[in-house]
């Protein structure tokens, strides 16, 4: 049973990234992805990134932090370099995340 809720747990999320999450579009996920890659990440985020983690609900976005598997499998995305991209664009975190 618990094999199985992880499994729909897996699915669930990997449906709602296809789409975005927490106010974060694919494309808004696709503009940070130069800045957060696994591999030659660029130093900076883009101003499209800058601007779609400004719309996102960043608090929200906290709580995928946790699911690095579902990052790396869709956009190429080292979870700990995209949770510091909202720091980079002037953009604050919250304390719990």
């Known amino acids: ?5 992880a ?11 296809a ?3 927490c ?3 694919s494309d808004g996920i ?3 992805q130069p800045a957060a890659a696994i591999r030659n990440p660029t130093d900076q ?3 499209a990134c800058c601007a779609a983690l400004a719309g996102a609900n960043l608090p929200c976005l906290c709580r995928y932090k946790n699911a690095a598997g579902v ?5 190429k995305i080292d979870i700990n370099r995209a949770m ?3 720091g980079k664009c002037g953009l604050a975190m919250p304390a719990n995340c």
Do not use: K, Q, T
């Not at 049973?1 to 809720?5: D, F, K, S």
């Not at 499994?7 to 990234?17: H, Y």
């Open 1 to 5: 049973m618990g094999a199985l809720l």
């Open 7 to 17: 499994v729909l747990v897996v699915l669930a999320m990997s449906a709602e990234v």
């Open 19 to 21: 789409h975005g999450i």
């Open 23 to 25: 106010n974060l579009s």
């Open 30 to 32: 696709r503009a940070c």
């Open 45 to 47: 985020p883009s101003a």
């Open 71 to 75: 990052w790396v499998r869709f956009y």
């Open 84 to 86: 510091g991209l909202p």
